[in-house]
T-cell receptor, first 115, second 115 residues
Framework: DAGITQSPRHKVTETGTPVTLRCHQT?????MYWYRQDPGHGLRLIHY???????DKGEVSDGYSVSRSKTEDFLLTLESATSSQTSVYFC??????????????FGPGTRLTVL | AQSVTQLDSQVPVFEEAPVELRCNYS??????LFWYVQYPNQGLQLLLK??????LVKGINGFEAEFNKSQTSFHLRKPSVHISDTAEYFC?????????????FGGGTRLMVKP
């Protein structure tokens, strides 16, 4: 298994509170991604990172911010959580080989409930 | 940009019967195609991938898929399913030469294998 951990694995919070989810990798891969999974929508990309301090928006980035101060850690922050952000959040990583596609490896997920 | 449509949200099937999970994609560029499997309360695991070459791709656990460019499809098949195949299956697409190994996922198909 790829060395990816997510913390916390479960969280219940109230509307309006800030929440930070952490993704940690031991693979030294360049790319890291945050997705949310909702029934009928599959996985949708929130933000991704292509290096330390290098991040970009994905398909559903509104209401989320990210930071990557070290290669191994990618943080996802909900500045003021809303009920629509109740979801399962997955982190993924991939390396970069020139001229080749590299598989994404997924973490175990974090189930977030916003009341 | 790419999009993926998984035509069935749920597929019930009896054990030892064959199964086909359907996936159609849309893209303005050449694509790589993937099937991922998610067992209950776990992350996603790569089942198989099409990058180039033979259009019939074999994956883990006896699954295979066929890339049909003219029909823009990548259907997943297994000749005889087991109870342990009960899971959610996601089809995904990535544009060839896209930076960052980006994936676009379909909405998922829940395979329910009955004894």
């Amino acid at each position: 298994d790829a060395g990816i951990t997510q913390s916390p694995r479960h969280k219940v919070t109230e509307t309006g509170t800030p929440v930070t989810l952490r993704c940690h990798q031991t693979e030294n891969h360049r790319y890291m991604y945050w997705y949310r999974q909702d029934p009928g929508h599959g996985l949708r990309l929130i933000h991704y990172s292509y290096g330390v301090k290098d991040t970009d928006k994905g398909e559903v980035s509104d209401g989320y911010s990210v930071s990557r101060s070290k290669t191994e850690d990618f943080l996802l922050t909900l500045e003021s959580a809303t009920s629509s952000q109740t979801s399962v959040y997955f982190c993924a990583i991939s390396r970069q080989d020139r001229g080749a596609y590299n598989e994404q490896f997924f973490g175990p997920g974090t189930r977030l409930t916003v009341l | 940009a790419q999009s993926v449509t998984q035509l069935d949200s749920q597929v019930p099937v009896f054990e030892e019967a064959p199964v086909e999970l359907r996936c159609n994609y849309s893209s303005s560029v050449s694509v790589y195609l993937f099937w991922y499997v998610q067992y209950p309360n776990q992350g996603l695991q790569l089942l198989l991938k099409y990058l180039s070459g033979s259009t019939l791709v074999k994956g883990i656990n006896g699954f295979e898929a066929e890339f049909n460019k003219s029909q823009t499809s990548f259907h997943l098949r297994k000749p005889s399913v087991h109870i342990s195949d009960t899971a959610e299956y996601f089809c995904a697409v990535s544009g060839v030469n896209n930076a960052g190994n980006m994936l676009t996922f379909g909405g998922g198909t829940r395979l329910m294998v009955k004894p």
